[in-house]
């Protein structure tokens, strides 16, 4: 387990690296043939959706169980918004929004020293989808250097086309995005883990060819 675990840190810290090495590439602008980039970009949007809304929902989902009432209030209503949105920039504005404001919470509760007395009084079924949840970040976690590998190559093939630039502009702010909480996300991950193994439920070993969904979140009843 522990050769695992190294393995997953190791894995996000040359991922992180790697992100700050080509930040300056996204201001827009580097050299390149400036050849037709549709296709990685397609590719980049369509992994960069999964990932946000895999994380988005995990985080949801363990604010809205181990919360306070407050914070459970809170989740509901991210979950309700986020599945009557149709309009897919902002569906993205939303999870954005939801994975900053809420990657610190679930952290945090998740780490507190009252987590596994609250995850015990959990139902069978909350504290399933509570490792359901920390499992998807760390597949989405495993699976952001690839993702990050494509921005740098979508980015670098910009040149001067104006076409290009313009469909690049939903990888920047992916990149963006997963650059910033990248470096958070080793803490929540090892932190559940643990905690679920403490409460005797598997949550299984994240890995980046691990399948994972984005599920619906569920509450505690009031």
Known sequence: MKSKLGAFFLTLGLSVSAHAQFGGML???GGGGGG????KVESFNKEAIFLREVV????VQIVGALGDKTQIAAAKEQAANLAKTTNTKEA???QGTVIKSELSNATALLSDSNAKE???KLSPELQKKVAQSIFAVGVAALKLPGTLDTGKQIMQGVGSNPMNITKALPVKDGLALFGEVLPKLPTLVSTGLKLMR???????NPSATATVEKGTPTFPAD
């Open 27 to 29: 201001g827009g602008g």
């Open 36 to 39: 037709d980039i549709s296709a």
């Open 56 to 59: 988005t929902f995990a985080l």
């Open 92 to 94: 993205e504005n939303l």
């Open 118 to 120: 609250k995850m015990e």
């Open 198 to 204: 403490d409460v005797k439920v598997d949550p299984g």
